[in-house]
């Protein structure tokens, strides 16, 4: 079983607001992974947990916020986003196997706008 | 600067044919190559990957590795209209870290 499941699906927020995705995976994988992906770019990595602990952040604002309560459970707090943070939010795993072989795979996305 | 170059397309093939996708890379340390497809408005999706040079075959797609040009393939036979999506093709850096060096996607479309 390959599936990472993100929710909500769909999200639209206002720039005072304060809003979480949530990502889950129950593959054993011990890296995951926040993906940010604007219409016709590649996914743009955001950060990364190894273990639990936040390993990579690619120099993203504070108003992203990302949490690892579990090795099977990451979530993305949100404050005060502006109107061109609107993307679709990937989250991947990967089992972490510290080798060429490590694989992610993404869940579903939640696509993301902000008023 | 790591970098991964495709063609973005679009690719046009009839149903049935092979279509044909390329991509290079540049950091020549490089171990692990993927392929994602992601449809429209959906996320992506692994498709293959491959670590050794030569090919390697899932059905119907084969991928095609060679580190000394330092490019990588993705052939697809019998190409039916719901391969129609973007192909991402995917280098992990080399180095301690979990970052994937992405191309910009190639757009393929299959006509019936």
């Known amino acids: 079983d390959t599936e990472v499941t993100q929710t909500p699906k769909h999200l639209v927020m206002g720039m005072t607001n304060k809003k979480s995705l949530k990502c889950e995976q129950h593959?054993?994988?011990?890296?995951m992974y926040w993906y940010k992906q604007k219409a016709k770019k590649p996914p743009e990595l955001m950060f990364v947990?190894?273990?639990?602990?936040?390993?990579i952040n690619e120099s993203v604002p504070s108003r992203f916020s990302p949490e690892c309560p579990n090795s099977s459970l990451l979530n993305l707090h949100l404050h005060a986003l502006q109107p061109e943070d609107s993307a679709l939010y990937l989250c991947?795993?990967?089992?972490?196997?510290?080798?060429?072989?490590?694989?992610?795979?993404f869940g579903p996305g939640t696509r993301l706008t902000v008023l | 600067q790591k970098e991964v170059e495709q063609n973005s397309g679009p690719l046009s093939v009839p149903e049935g044919a092979i279509a044909s996708l390329n991509c290079t890379y540049s950091?020549?340390?490089?171990?692990?190559f993927f392929w994602y497809r992601q449809y429209s408005g959906k996320s992506p999706e692994l498709i293959m990957f491959?670590?050794s040079n030569g090919d390697k075959e899932d059905g119907r797609f084969t991928a095609q590795l060679n580190k000394a040009s330092q490019y990588v393939s993705l052939l697809i036979r019998d190409s039916q209209p719901s391969d129609s999506a973007t192909y991402l093709c995917?280098?992990?850096?080399?180095?301690?870290?979990?970052?994937?060096?992405w191309g910009l996607g190639t757009s393929l479309g299959v006509n019936p």
């Open positions: 991947a795993s990967s089992q972490e196997s510290g080798g060429a072989t490590d694989t992610q795979y």
């Open positions: 593959m054993g994988h011990r890296a």
């Open positions: 947990y190894s273990y639990e602990k936040l390993s």
């Open positions: 950091d020549r340390g490089s171990q692990s």
């Open positions: 491959i670590y």
């Open positions: 995917a280098v992990l850096a080399a180095g301690n870290n979990r970052k994937l060096i």
